[in-house]
């Protein structure tokens, strides 16, 4: 157990590293190897997506900006609700009065 603990870590002497110098020896006459151009990663990305996720990633815009648009309308319609239940309560308050008062004179 504890000589193929050492293998996996990596001692001088291991797999690891004789794999590493196989590898280096069979690609060292490969002169095309070095210049191969990668993508970058944006365009691996674009790359990688289908019409579909575009679709769909326009779709979540325009959702988004549904979801600002309703959030706006909640807030006001809140506050309007808030400044109607000030003026019920006010209302509310001054019938008790005069109802009071009516009660008080009769």
């Not at 020896?25 to 993508?39: C, D, F, V």
């Not at 900006?65 to 319609?77: D, G, P």
Request: glycine share 4%; charged share 45%.
């Amino acid at each position: 157990m504890e000589r193929k603990d050492k293998e996996l870590k990596g001692s001088s002497n291991d797999i690891i590293s004789s794999y590493h110098k196989l590898l280096k020896s069979r690609t060292q006459g490969i002169t095309w190897l070095p210049k191969l151009k990668g993508l970058s990663g944006e365009e691996a990305k674009i790359a990688e997506e289908s019409e579909e996720v575009q679709a769909l990633k326009a779709e979540l815009k325009k959702t988004r900006v549904v979801k600002e648009k309703l959030e706006t309308t909640i807030t006001r319609v809140r506050k309007d609700c808030d400044e109607l239940k000030d003026i019920n309560m006010t209302t509310v308050k001054a019938l008790e009065r005069e109802t009071k008062r009516a009660r008080r004179e009769e």
